[in-house]
């Protein structure tokens, strides 16, 4: 089947590299020149693991092609995915204006029954927006769907080729049709197709989203009581996680969460709740925790060391989870914020992350490091903000005659206390401090 999808970041790239593998003929637009062209000359704009094997391969078997030609590549397909972004706007609310310019472009370029295939995550009302923006450019037949995208940066691929289900939400039989045929090599039973209705589908990524932000907000109060008490939350969270009406996962306290979906999704949806006149009260208290979730850091270097004026401070991560460059609203750019207003002098370490870090956040003055020890002369205290494998292990040897003081302040609670106080470390960790 012709496959158009239009953006080509995180998951557009990921979803139309994985419909070719699956044998689709794929274009992917994007109205950047910048990424197309790399994308041509078979280089990936992201890091993404395993996805530039696809990415090649796929072009070389000539099922996948890269233009900014949107409106010849809608022309040429009968499926065609938006995948452009929906960041936060001015209110916090999603902002559309992306989704409503491919609408308009998918409008203006039908040359017979399309199908308009929604994957970016919008407010509910979208897809009708969606279609009243299409019949304002179309006299010809069309159909929306929703089918929200669930992948993880960082395992992208892996999630999008065994999802956990695939929703789709339309109210026509053709367009249900026609996705299942798209989806058939992937559906089975550990990956369901979810059918629904187009209102449903967008809400179940947003229901989604807040679910774990919650829980991840829920256990980072948790973790704040029992740092009050001399509990540790990782105990805790495993005697709890073995509940199965809770489960083990997203039960890690730590720095807050980040990234370019939960922030702007659980403010999106408090939005949309207040344009119909509800107030969802949890959400407001799970952004609440959020927020000050960071400063937590700095609280605990600041019972360390007192003032952090003048002082190093060392941070290993700056992307908003490991196995992604992507920065985003990153946990990394509060702290380094907060760290530098306080007067510390900051350097950092990230294993893939430091250019886009660099591109996105040129205001910071901070100094970049050639390797995680690198950055560790002379400092006062080393914050982990990101788990990287590679961050995992500690040579304490070297770590001792590279630190002034040997201060470690876990942002994700990856070592094991015992352990450092063996080193002679002076060691931290989110409710696991005692
Ligand atoms: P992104 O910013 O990485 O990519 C969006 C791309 O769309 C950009 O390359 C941009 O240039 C392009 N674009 C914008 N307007 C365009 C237009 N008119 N024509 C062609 N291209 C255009 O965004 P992303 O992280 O891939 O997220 C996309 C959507 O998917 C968002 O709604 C997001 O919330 C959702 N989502 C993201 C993830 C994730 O992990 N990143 C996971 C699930 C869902």
Known sequence: MKITV????????????????????????DISKEKINMLNEGRIPIYEPGLQEIVERNIREKRLN????????????????????????KNHEADLQYVKAVAVTFGKNLTGYKVFINKSTVPVGTGDMVKGIVKKHTKNEFDVVSNPEFLKEGSAVKDFMTPDRIVIGTESKRAEELIEEIYRPIVRAQSPLVKTDIKSAELIKYAANSMLATRISFM?????????????????????????????????????????????????LIHSGKAEGYEFNILKAVEEVNQRQYQLVIEKLLQNLQDLKGRKIAVWGLSFKPKTDDVRDAPSTKIIRSLLEEGAEVSVFDPVAMEEFKKHYPELSIKYGKDRYDILKDADALVLVTEWDEFRTIDFEKLSTLMGNQLIIDGRNIYNKEEMIRNNIEYSGIGATH
């Open 220 to 268: 980072n109060e948790i973790a704040r009581y029992a740092d009050l008490v001399g509990a540790d939350v990782r105990q805790v969270a495993y005697g709890i996680g073995l509940d199965d009406r809770i489960g083990p996962r997203f039960l890690q306290a730590g720095i807050g969460y980040g990234g370019s979906c939960f922030p702007k999704d659980v403010q999106a």
């Open 66 to 89: 890269f233009t900014t030609n949107t409106a010849k590549a809608i022309k040429d397909s009968t499926a065609v995915f938006s995948a452009v972004g929906t960041p936060m706007g």
């Open 6 to 29: 239009i953006g080509t970041g995180y998951v557009g790239l990921v979803t139309g590299a994985c419909l070719a593998e699956i044998g689709h003929d794929v274009i992917c637009t």
